[in-house]
């Protein structure tokens, strides 16, 4: 076993898998978000670093040991790449980030430091962290807590950045003149500020690599497309009319855009071979003056996606009759907010998992104690102002009416540990009243311990019983 680096982020070890004699490389002691880990030891796809396995007492993931270098350390040494380089790499995030994305993953942190080249082709690690991002990668909503996939995308444009200019870029799209002139479309739509300005998702991200790889900017299928030669800037043809144009806000875009909005979505086969067209799209062209005036327009789509995580932590009462010296309670709580950036009208869902673990169960047992979060009803959320803190310590006035289905709570017992999975669905409409800002979103009032109780009953609060509240509530923006 050898260390190859410690910081605050983990300690990255070099080892041998114990029964299978290979390589691998363990991130330990990380922070790590468990409900993607999980997923990431099911994922497979040659365009994601591979995670074995993940180990939960020690915060670890065991990954695949990959022969490769940074694209970091690659530009860092021989500057910036050439044009089909760059789209190569591009591409190849974007793979990885589209399989990462249809298993409910987000990145939360792609940069060049997280993309290995190895050979001809590169994959994406640093799935499953819980990052903050890093300055000139991290898109304008997740400085308001929304993540979101289309946060990966803005990411993976700025890597494309970097790639051609050999530095970081600024906040938003800056200093296009820097890049070729064939890339700057992909990187101003990639980190548009608003998020469905933006490619809809990764595979059609990819599309537009491919398009632009090959110069194909208009309706007409091209030749079979070779990544391999330069890029050239796109002929500039009318823009396509689209049927029913998305809802877009106002914003400067680079000149460049307008041929952008008549590339084609290209049928993506595998690999970096031949593509064939799949269909035309469109939508800069304003509305037509004979088009038909809608009376009542139809609630705007919604979008991204928001995720929350708390923890709760509780032992005995102290002072309180029946208590088990050092027995302990733990509440790990997982939430999800679909869609996160929402318009009044559109139907939100908030998944929450419940997971209990109750250390107890051996001799000298009690009867059971517990402890209360928050003054929450069933059936109710509680929005809370962003300003209020990621938890926030006191009440909110403000009650959301949903409806809520609550599976079967699922117990599981190993030895002196009950474990307790606990899954709920909230849903509920936007209502025409909610003021437009970001919010944060709970199914408690206020979202932290309020009390505790021991074997006897007795209450506590949550200083005397030891407890500890952390972690942030899922966001949600309201436009």
Same mark, same amino acid.
């Given at each position: 076993?050898?260390?190859?680096?410690?910081?605050?982020?983990?300690?990255?070890?070099?080892?041998?898998?114990?029964?299978?004699?290979?390589?691998?490389?363990?991130?330990?002691?990380?922070?790590?978000?468990?409900?993607?880990?999980?997923?990431?030891?099911?994922?497979?796809?040659?365009?994601?670093?591979?995670?074995?396995?993940?180990?939960?007492?020690?915060?670890?993931?065991?990954?695949?040991?990959?022969?490769?270098?940074?694209?970091?350390?690659?530009?860092?040494?021989?500057?910036?790449?050439?044009?089909?380089?760059?789209?190569?790499?591009?591409?190849?995030?974007?793979?990885?980030?589209?399989?990462?994305?249809?298993?409910?993953?987000?990145?939360?942190?792609?940069?060049?430091?997280?993309?290995?080249?190895?050979?001809?082709?590169?994959?994406?690690?640093?799935?499953?962290?819980?990052?903050?991002?890093?300055?000139?990668?991290?898109?304008?909503?997740?400085?308001?807590?929304?993540?979101?996939?289309?946060?990966?995308?803005?990411?993976?444009?700025?890597?494309?950045?970097?790639?051609?200019?050999?530095?970081?870029?600024?906040?938003?799209?800056?200093?296009?003149?820097?890049?070729?002139?064939?890339?700057?479309?992909?990187?101003?739509?990639?980190?548009?500020?608003?998020?469905?300005?933006?490619?809809?998702?990764?595979?059609?991200?990819?599309?537009?690599?491919?398009?632009?790889?090959?110069?194909?900017?208009?309706?007409?299928?091209?030749?079979?497309?070779?990544?391999?030669?330069?890029?050239?800037?796109?002929?500039?043809?009318?823009?396509?009319?689209?049927?029913?144009?998305?809802?877009?806000?106002?914003?400067?875009?680079?000149?460049?855009?307008?041929?952008?909005?008549?590339?084609?979505?290209?049928?993506?086969?595998?690999?970096?071979?031949?593509?064939?067209?799949?269909?035309?799209?469109?939508?800069?062209?304003?509305?037509?003056?004979?088009?038909?005036?809608?009376?009542?327009?139809?609630?705007?789509?919604?979008?991204?996606?928001?995720?929350? +995580?708390?923890?709760?932590?509780? #032992?005995?009462? %102290?002072?309180? *009759?029946? !208590?088990? =010296?050092?027995? @302990?309670? /733990?509440?790990?709580?997982?939430?999800?907010?679909?869609?996160?950036?929402?318009?009044?009208?559109?139907?939100?869902?908030?998944?929450?998992?419940?997971?209990?673990?109750?250390?107890?169960?051996?001799?000298?047992?009690?009867?059971?104690?517990?402890?209360?979060?928050?003054?929450?009803?069933?059936?109710?959320?509680?929005?809370?102002?962003?300003?209020?803190?990621?938890?926030?310590?006191?009440?909110?006035?403000?009650?959301?009416?949903?409806?809520?289905?609550?599976?079967?709570?699922?117990?599981?017992?190993?030895?002196?540990?009950?474990?307790?999975?606990?899954?709920?669905?909230?849903?509920?409409?936007?209502?025409?009243?909610?003021?437009?800002?970001?919010?944060?979103?709970?199914?408690?009032?206020?979202?932290?311990?309020? +009390?505790?109780?021991?074997?006897? #009953?007795?209450? %506590?609060?949550? *200083?005397? !019983?030891? =407890?500890?509240? @952390?972690? /942030?509530?899922?966001?949600?923006?309201?436009?």
């Amino acid at each position: 076993m050898r260390v190859l680096s410690e910081g605050p982020a983990g300690r990255v070890v070099e080892a041998v898998r114990d029964g299978f004699g290979e390589q691998v490389v363990i991130l330990d002691r990380a922070e790590i978000v468990p409900g993607d880990a999980r997923i990431l030891a099911e994922l497979r796809d040659p365009h994601v670093v591979r995670v074995h396995e993940y180990v939960e007492s020690r915060r670890a993931l065991v990954m695949e040991a990959v022969d490769g270098v940074t694209l970091e350390r690659l530009i860092a040494e021989s500057g910036p790449m050439a044009p089909d380089a760059a789209l190569r790499v591009l591409k190849g995030c974007l793979l990885g980030l589209a399989a990462a994305h249809r298993a409910g993953i987000v990145h939360r942190d792609l940069t060049p430091a997280n993309v290995l080249v190895v050979g001809g082709a590169c994959k994406v690690t640093g799935f499953g962290l819980d990052a903050r991002g890093t300055p000139g990668f991290v898109a304008p909503e997740r400085l308001e807590g929304e993540i979101s996939p289309a946060g990966d995308l803005y990411a993976a444009a700025a890597v494309l950045y970097q790639c051609l200019t050999g530095r970081p870029p600024g906040r938003g799209v800056a200093a296009l003149e820097r890049v070729p002139e064939g890339a700057r479309a992909l990187i101003a739509r990639g980190m548009a500020s608003y998020p469905p300005a933006r490619p809809k998702s990764a595979m059609e991200f990819a599309a537009l690599v491919d398009a632009v790889a090959g110069g194909a900017w208009s309706r007409a299928a091209p030749a079979p497309v070779n990544v391999a030669a330069p890029i050239t800037p796109p002929a500039a043809v009318p823009p396509v009319a689209s049927p029913e144009p998305e809802p877009e806000a106002a914003e400067e875009r680079p000149g460049l855009l307008k041929p952008m909005a008549a590339v084609v979505a290209v049928g993506l086969v595998c690999g970096f071979g031949t593509f064939g067209i799949a269909k035309a799209a469109g939508g800069d062209e304003p509305r037509r003056a004979a088009d038909p005036v809608v009376s009542t327009p139809p609630a705007q789509p919604g979008s991204g996606l928001s995720r929350g +995580r708390l923890t709760y932590l509780a #032992g005995p009462a %102290a002072g309180t *009759a029946g !208590g088990v =010296a050092g027995a @302990r309670q /733990r509440i790990d709580v997982a939430l999800t907010v679909s869609p996160a950036v929402v318009h009044a009208g559109n139907a939100v869902t908030v998944r929450v998992v419940e997971r209990r673990v109750d250390r107890s169960a051996c001799p000298p047992a009690t009867a059971a104690g517990g402890w209360r979060v928050g003054d929450g009803s069933a059936g109710a959320l509680w929005l809370y102002p962003r300003t209020a803190g990621l938890l926030p310590a006191r009440s909110s006035g403000t009650r959301l009416a949903a409806t809520v289905r609550r599976a079967k709570p699922q117990t599981a017992v190993k030895g002196c540990a009950r474990t307790t999975v606990a899954r709920s669905v909230y849903a509920f409409t936007v209502d025409a009243s909610t003021k437009p800002g970001a919010y944060l979103l709970s199914p408690w009032n206020p979202p932290r311990m309020t +009390r505790t109780a021991a074997g006897t #009953g007795a209450q %506590a609060s949550p *200083a005397d !019983g030891r =407890a500890t509240s @952390r972690g /942030r509530l899922p966001a949600l923006t309201v436009r």
